[in-house]
């Protein structure tokens, strides 16, 4: 725990991705070519990078958030840059040396740590508490309990009037999903393992805790190989993602997820 101040800062999209989708839009200053955030089955228009209904509740300490997060950031910066390249929409295979930078195991390392404190925050915004064998950003914690995995995919496939230049221009949080199970002390219920993801123009990044992931959504992303195969789920929108991920996650409601290294 930490005695810091709590910090209403962190964004469920990272600031700085979300201005290198929308600076000309945000540019122009005119209601009309703001970016549009859809919620809860409601829109509205963003005025700007760090408009409140971006944000979470108040769930992070000020210092953790603005200084020793600083280098995970840094990695996740890096990993969107890449992603939301234009040249990289057909790569099947990604150099890792040049998406986050030659020292591979450590940047995988901190793109984790990032990782878990986004998926963090998010189930302190869902349940107000985090199971108590998450990760830990902040210490030695191994990560193998929660893995990602990266693919092609485009979820607005298949709308009216949608093409796929459209893509993009997208950026999206997927529902959390979790299986529960029931606790002697404390909360009721907790989450017993999870599934969640995050589209940044042509690509899914999917966090799995304590589940198998599903292979159809890409390999495990780890520091072991320095090359990473980006499959290709393109023919999947929005909708059958849902129906193959809650039906993956039913199906492991009583597996344990395989051991992984090099995290």
């Known amino acids: 725990m930490c005695g810091a101040e ?12 979300l201005r290198r989708f929308y600076r000309g839009d945000w540019n122009q200053r005119r209601p009309e070519a703001w970016p549009f955030h859809f919620k809860d089955g409601s829109h509205s228009r963003l005025k ?16 953790c958030n603005n200084n020793k997060s600083s280098l995970w950031d840094a990695a ?13 929409k057909d790569t099947a295979v990604a150099d890792l040396s040049v998406v986050l930078g030659p020292d591979v195991e450590a940047q995988v390392r901190n793109l984790y740590k990032y990782f878990a404190k986004a998926l ?18 902040l210490d030695n914690s191994t990560f ?43 909360p009721s219920e907790s989450v ?9 123009g042509y690509f899914q990044i999917s ?4 589940i198998e992931p599903n292979p159809q959504f890409g390999d495990v992303l780890d520091g072991l190989r320095s090359t990473y195969r980006i499959v290709d789920c393109s023919s999947l929108n929005l909708k059958k993602t ?22």
């Open 6 to 17: 709590p910090d209403s800062s962190e964004h469920s999209f990272k600031a700085s991705v």
């Open 48 to 63: 700007g990078s760090n408009a409140n209904r971006l944000k979470y509740s108040d769930n992070l300490c000020g210092q």
């Open 76 to 88: 996740y910066d890096r990993l969107c840059y890449w992603l939301t390249s234009g040249a990289t």
């Open 120 to 137: 963090g925050c998010r189930l302190v915004g869902a349940t107000a508490t985090v199971p108590s064998n998450f990760p830990n950003p």
């Open 144 to 186: 193998g309990s929660l893995l990602v995995s990266i693919c092609r995919l485009e979820p607005f496939r298949g709308l009216h009037n949608y093409s796929s230049r459209m893509g993009s221009r997208i950026l999206g949080k997927g529902p959390l999903l979790a299986n529960l199970e029931s606790r002697d002390n404390g």
């Open 192 to 200: 017993c393992n999870c599934v969640w993801w995050e589209n940044i």
């Open 207 to 210: 966090y799995w805790f304590k």
């Open 242 to 263: 849902g129906k193959i991920m809650r039906a993956w996650l039913d199906s492991h409601r009583t597996k344990e997820p395989k051991g992984r290294s090099g995290l």
